[in-house]
């Protein structure tokens, strides 16, 4: 190309390359298994292409415009120049210095599928592929310094589109620029378009409108697995949330969360189409603290989101390699905090690779509203974990777990806590004064009050056993104590010492015992008596029983005999003892395991008071 050109002369050398490139593009398409003639031809055109522009650049530089003079003819060719740059058919770019996007022709636009306005300002070797970042760099460098022209095959992504391309880089001076540019011209060689996303300027209604509805959609699907009784339950909150991102949302998900005060790595999840399985693996073994981008949501307790990664150590680096996002091939980070309101419990980190579209603004509002939300669930499943073991820690104060062995007796018991999560009744075996004694009983009322008065009656029974041989002076002083507390709450409770094969009973307003005969006949004690904590003098009810070998007594509590059919009708002591008839010789574990079935069937297995059974039987 000769230094001087005129316009026409430059419209014809257009015209031509626009014809031949065309007719690269037909050859490519029909013989596809001989590419290299093509991308020869296609590399002089890309030198042609180049001097063109240089030319170009030559004619912009004559006889520029003086203040206040008429438009002159380089003026109109400098409009004319500028719109042949807009309809190059080659996807031309113009970098500054540092490789910032200044110019841009409308084949590039619509080869990244985004358009000009958006491309403008972003930093070119953000869409050259991670293992060819640094060499495309060191060429700019290059030709700016030498002022020759570099070739480069690399991979261009964005907004989805991945381009197997052939870069040319020259640089190039520019009328009315302080500093000289660079023009990469693009030939693409081979192009992968998943889809047909559109850039974020000129997406339609209905596209937004759509993008919407899937941000809500997972929204409530993130709700509804955070409201899962399994995740109150399960410490698996964390590991199911960032399941679902990672299968709906993100190539690669982190999960950190702040333990002891210290951030830990909860879970990593990778690409399922992948071999990441060794990436994985080392992910999880990296510590947060390590990783800039995470330390600053941690710290600042506000996420941050990067559509174009510019920094690849936002991760840390690999242990002894390099950064972590750079092997990933990471093209867009976000980082939200779990938790919120200065309160923060641990991170999510997304990631998506360079055949995906870039995460947005609106892609951080809403993961931070599920890392609220999250936050919200974490704090939850503690709470309920700590009542949970508040109520467990009752539960073992109320009822033993295993009953130990009475010379002479075989005992069983079974217990049901019903509807409430706290139980109010209770059952105990336990050593007395002179040889063993027993008791059953239970506050009037639920929650966690009754289960503590109920707790404080058991273990006063234990205790005062260990100095009465009499269960109803035992009675009487426990009642002392707890009508002295003055809480308002009383307790029906039974109990009975052992000594050989009498048991003395003292009854406090409780349910009689059946005893079971060998023949099968049942009859019951006469139980009553006033309830504990009513009054300081109150009585109770004793009386002794002589046992003989294969007799069963049985103790129940009030929800047994209270339990309800769908007609409203109570099971009663009537058919409690048609049931302990049909378990003559039985063992214990078999009478009340006998007498809870016939119970759930009879209610329809509704329980709305706790159940308890114990049976002790005369060997």
Not at 97 to 105: C, F
Not at 131 to 157: C, I, K, N, P, W
């Amino acid at each position: 190309m000769t230094d001087g050109i005129g316009l026409q002369t430059l419209e014809q050398a257009l015209s031509a390359l626009t014809a031949r490139v065309s007719s690269l593009r037909e050859a490519k398409s029909a013989y596809p298994a001989d590419p290299r003639s093509t991308l020869d031809a296609a590399l002089a055109e890309l030198d042609t292409a180049r001097e063109l522009l240089d030319a170009s650049v030559r004619e912009l530089r004559k006889a520029p415009k003086r203040s206040g003079e008429r438009e002159s003819g380089s003026q109109r060719e400098l409009k004319l120049l500028r719109q042949v740059f807009r309809t190059f058919p080659i996807p031309v770019v113009v970098l500054d210095a540092s490789g910032v996007v200044r110019r841009i022709s409308a084949e590039t636009s619509r080869m990244l599928g985004s358009p000009a306005g958006y491309l403008i300002g972003r930093s070119f070797p953000l869409f050259v592929d991670v293992s060819r970042r640094a060499a495309f760099r060191s060429h700019l460098t290059a030709v700016q310094q030498g002022g020759q022209t570099a070739t480069l095959q690399t991979r261009l992504a964005h907004q989805g589109r991945a381009h197997t391309v052939q870069l040319a880089v020259t640089r190039l001076t520019m009328p009315g620029e302080p500093q000289e540019m660079v023009a990469v011209m693009i030939l693409p060689l081979e192009a992968q378009v998943p889809g047909p996303p559109p850039g974020p300027a000129d997406r339609s209604d209905a596209v937004l409108v759509m993008a919407a509805a899937r941000r809500q959609e997972l929204l409530s699907r993130m709700t509804r697995l955070l409201l899962d009784e399994e995740s109150l339950r399960q410490p698996v909150t964390v590991t199911r949330a960032a399941r679902l991102l990672a299968a709906e949302w993100a190539d690669w998900v982190f999960a950190d969360m702040i333990r002891d005060g210290m951030p830990k790595r909860a879970s990593v999840l990778g690409p399922s189409d992948r071999p990441v399985t060794q990436l994985v693996r080392l992910a999880e073994q990296m510590n947060p603290l390590t990783a800039p981008g995470v330390a600053h949501v941690l710290t600042g307790g506000s996420g941050v989101v990067h559509e174009m990664l510019e920094d690849d150590g936002l991760l840390g680096d690999v242990p002894g390699g390099p950064p972590l996002l750079r092997v990933m091939g990471a093209a867009s980070v976000l980082i939200v905090p779990i938790g919120g309101g200065g309160d923060v419990l641990g991170s999510l980190t997304l990631v998506r690779l360079r055949d995906r579209e870039p995460f947005t603004l609106a892609d951080l509002g809403l993961m931070e509203e599920i890392g609220a939300h999250l936050g919200l669930a974490v704090r939850a499943r503690r709470s309920f974990q700590t009542r949970s073991r508040a109520a467990d820690a009752l539960r073992t104060s109320v009822v033993p777990r295993s009953l130990p062995d009475i010379p002479g007796f075989e005992a069983a018991a079974i217990y049901n806590a019903g509807s409430s999560p706290v139980g109010a009744e209770f059952y105990d075996v336990f050593p007395s004064r002179d040889g063993w004694g027993f008791a059953l009983g239970g506050a009037a009322g639920k929650g966690e009050e009754a289960a503590s008065v109920s707790a404080m009656v058991r273990n006063g029974l234990r205790v005062l056993s260990v100095w009465e041989s009499d269960p109803g002076e035992v009675m009487r002083k426990l009642n002392q104590a707890l009508t002295a507390q003055n809480n308002g709450m009383f307790v029906m409770a039974v109990t009975g010492f052992i000594r050989a094969r009498r048991i003395r009973l003292a009854s406090a307003g409780h349910h009689p015992a059946a005893l079971l005969q060998p023949d099968g006949g049942v009859r019951f004690t006469a139980g009553g008596g006033v309830p504990l904590g009513i009054a300081p003098e109150a009585e109770m009810f004793t009386e002794e029983i002589a046992l003989t070998s294969g007799q069963t007594l049985v103790f129940y509590s009030d929800g047994l005999v209270a339990s309800q059919n769908e007609l409203g009708e109570s099971y009663g002591e009537t058919r409690l003892a048609d049931v302990l008839a049909r378990c003559v010789a039985q063992t214990p574990a078999t009478v009340v395991k006998t007498v809870e079935e016939d119970r759930h069937a009879f209610s329809g297995g509704r329980v709305w008071d706790e159940i308890v059974i114990l049976a002790l039987r005369v060997v």
